[in-house]
């Protein structure tokens, strides 16, 4: 039974319910992770907002739909999209890293790589990041189809209605929108679609990931052993993703910085130099132990 303390000091039974304790962490942190590396990827994502300042001008710009009206600058609203989702995501991903979930944190590692690769690539084609912005209404009629939402509700029937005026007076926008279902996919923000290089980019930092993401069968290394299954989600070196991640994020600043013409070209030249010593000295060891492997042995004299 409940039982609570009155302030003369007597006990009585309440059928108030008890107050749940409050949250706390006993997560032992992982101590691995080098100390530097750590202060610099947060001073890196938490750098995001103050880069913006307190308030943020979004210049406007006319797009002709179903009437003409104004729209904010597409390029500068999918960075300011970009930069919210990285911020948060970075954020998440360091704290899953320290709190030993290193391998469930890939997704949100990998997520910042997608956030920024997409940003980078918005700020380079801005006619396709207008198109994406205007094909808003046809991307929420199909996902509400998909849901199945009652099509008696006043949200689907209005909704139809500014899809089908829209589509009379821009048929190309409504033909393109119909074509390409999504976003440019992770790949084609990389780079240009068959070279070797967007290859190589896109299955280092993007389908390497996507094995643990997906539950693909690579994936399984990370879980099972020689000894068996394993739930430890610590990586071996969790520095790595630490390192990956930190540079998506300079790649990122880079772009906030062009795209709104911050002129924090100081901060960013001294975050590269601090993140180029580090990624020096922390790879040192790996790069030693590469090249022991593939040093050729000395051929064998015969007396």
């Known amino acids: 039974m409940p039982y609570k303390k009155q302030a ?21 942190l992982d101590q691995r992770p080098d100390h530097e590396l750590v202060n610099l ?22 797009r002709r739909g179903a009437v003409r009206d104004l729209i904010p600058d597409p390029v500068e609203t999918w960075t ?32 910042v790589f997608e956030c920024g690769a997409k940003a980078a ?11 994406e912005l205007e094909s808003e209404p046809f991307r929420e009629l199909e996902l509400l189809d998909e849901l199945g939402y009652d099509k ?14 829209l589509a009379r007076a821009r048929p190309a926008l409504a033909r393109y929108a119909k074509k390409n ?3 440019p996919s992770v790949k084609t923000t990389v780079g240009r679609k068959k070279s070797r290089r967007t290859n ?30 394993t739930f430890d989600g610590r990586e071996k070196n969790p520095n790595l993703s630490l390192l990956f991640m930190s540079a998506y994020i300079l790649v990122f600043l880079r772009v906030l910085n062009g795209v709104f013409k911050l002129g924090r070209d100081t901060e960013i030249t001294a975050f590269t130099s601090e993140y180029d ?13 590469k090249r022991k492997a593939t040093k050729k042995p000395s051929a064998a004299t015969t007396p």
């Open 121 to 131: 690539y918005f700020a380079g084609h801005p006619r396709q990041a207008k198109l």
């Open 181 to 183: 279902r999504d976003l």
């Open 152 to 165: 008696r509700s006043a949200r689907y029937r209005n909704l139809r209605r500014e899809c089908a005026a």
């Open 8 to 28: 003369s000091g007597l006990i009585v039974y309440t059928n108030e319910p008890e107050k749940p304790k409050p949250f706390s962490c006993k997560y032992e």
């Open 200 to 229: 190589k980019s896109y299955a280092f930092h993007y389908r390497i990931a996507s094995q643990t993401v997906h539950a693909g069968v690579l994936g399984m290394r990370d879980v099972v052993s020689d000894e068996g299954f």
């Open 277 to 289: 010593a580090l990624n020096k000295r922390i790879l040192a060891p790996l790069e030693a132990l």
């Open 41 to 62: 990827t947060q001073r890196l994502y938490r750098s995001i907002q103050p880069f913006l300042g307190d308030k943020v001008n979004i210049r406007l710009k006319p």
């Open 80 to 111: 300011i999209y970009c930069a919210v989702l990285i911020a948060g995501t970075a954020d998440a991903a360091l704290t899953a890293i320290l709190h030993n979930l290193g391998r469930e944190a890939r997704a949100l590692v990998r997520q």
